[in-house]
């Protein structure tokens, strides 16, 4: 067995306090987002995003943006992001002091509209100001290309158009690329299909990619994404979220799933795997709900004897 | 995207009435396991392994392995067999008119004496005797090689263990060896390693692969082995399941959750999700749990419009 085909490091993307957050029935204090946030940190996980400058109308569970930016000590080793979908949120994200912000577009029109209530253009174009706007305060933007595999409401995703839109994001100056699976319904030969696009134009470390578990998938595609030298992978503590334009959407893949399939192939994250398990064990009892987590979810975190 | 490397058709073989149920705190009424069984023949099962033949002190939870099949009514197209770890279990199972039986082995000698009292030889030794008594009865027989990636008490397996092991039961009779993953530890690499191993001296015909989901590989291990052409997965609906002797075992890789994997990537089974769903639903009744497949608990069953 060889394991050289695999990157050596991977890098997790905690995208829990907002796309775990965000379809929650329940909207939690924000001290309770902040102490969350301040676990994460203490896990070791470098990137952590933290909300959405959305309308308050449009997400009420992250409403107090500003007031949790505000809570949050600065920790020199964690990147906190926020994402934001226009200028009106640019300016709420700029004046907290954020460092990067995250940018939305999808594959499907029809999901684009719903989601963020823009055609896929209108959301390039904004992307277009957004980024240009954040560049000169000197922040950096990640992009999202959601419904990049299967659209709930169009049906399946043809690589290219992703391809050909994370290319535009790219050139936009987005630096990395979050290429998702909305409603948890690609497979690992989807997965492979449209990387195999998508690394034509796209350099691998520009390239993220985000999974959902809705139907138990998410560790087989993270793994097909690995092989193909993929090293940047969103997910939330405890498998947290879901999307509310998304009929049927279940959480992020469990970081604890993600950290526990790098470990034992010994592909290195410099996240500690007991330390995000504090951290969705302390959600589970905010939210009075078991998470969907199978490593979280094991008796007694007995780990296998040979790592 | 191309789908000519995977097999056209995959056999499912549902352990959940006894590997599901074998470790259950609560032991279930004769009536609700043969009912679940219904269930499960209705959903289009072929292959259902009823029961164990054990001694009832040592698995009370099946100790009505007489009742039970005397209970099921035969079904022609569903072949149903049960667990026969010694000559004992074997008479036993022939009075019940049982057409194919299970033995059982594992890679590690720790886990086979905790698990049925004998060191791997002895196993052996066992296993030719009741390959070679049901053969009489022109009973068929699969044989079972326990913790092949992990054991909980000896760590990683070498693949040249298991491949000699399953070289060896197939001289011995069986017509089918089932791998498994006991613990839920094995990786897609591994299995990749193993099946790799095993394909020197075993026909992939004569193969099946046993995953357990405890840290949530199970289904990127069964993507790994329907990419080596291995086409016979067993599994449990609802993902019942666990094992007595290996501390930390979840259950078995849920029926629906394999059953969905191939059918988004096109491989057949003859099995319907819906059916198996309803099986798995009443058994989550009877037991007064949740049971852990993903794609069981995603909320309405909500199913991509592209499949």
Not at 9 to 33: H, S, W, Y
Not at 63 to 87: F, G, I, T, Y
């Amino acid at each position: 067995m060889t394991v050289s085909e695999l990157p050596a490091r991977a890098r997790v993307v905690e995208v829990g306090p907002r796309d775990g957050l965000q379809n929650q029935p329940k909207t939690l204090p924000t001290a309770v987002k902040a102490e969350f946030i301040r676990l994460l940190a203490d896990a070791g996980v470098a990137d952590i995003e933290a909300t959405s400058f959305a309308h308050p109308e449009r997400i009420p569970q992250l409403a107090d943006a500003e007031a949790l930016l505000d809570l949050l000590d600065p920790v020199p080793a964690v990147r906190v992001s926020a994402v934001v979908p226009n200028m009106r949120g640019l300016e709420r994200a700029l004046a907290c002091g954020v460092s990067r912000v995250g940018v939305l577009t999808a594959a499907s029109e029809t999901f684009n509209r719903k989601n963020i209530n823009m055609d896929v253009r209108g959301s390039i174009d904004a992307i277009r100001s957004i980024v240009a706007g954040a560049a000169e305060h000197g922040v950096s933007a990640r992009g999202y290309i959601s419904t990049a595999w299967v659209c709930p409401y169009e049906g399946a995703i043809d690589a290219a158009r992703v391809a050909g839109l994370a290319e535009e994001l790219l050139g936009i100056g987005v630096d990395e690329v979050s290429i998702g699976d909305t409603i948890g319904a690609a497979t690992p030969q989807g997965v492979e299909a449209t990387l195999t696009a998508l690394l034509v134009s796209c350099p691998v470390e520009r390239l993220a990619v985000h999974f959902h578990d809705t139907y138990g998938l998410a560790i087989a595609n993270a793994y097909q994404a690995l092989r193909m030298g993929v090293a940047t992978f969103d997910s939330s503590a405890g498998g947290l979220g879901g999307c509310p334009y998304a009929p049927g959407a279940m959480g992020n893949v469990a970081t604890e799933d993600l950290l526990y399939l790098f470990d034992r192939l010994g592909v290195e994250t410099g996240v500690r795997l007991g330390g995000v398990r504090r951290a969705s064990e302390y959600m589970a009892r905010q939210l009075g709900r078991t998470l969907p987590s199978r490593v979280l979810a094991t008796a007694a975190g007995i780990e296998p004897q040979d790592r």
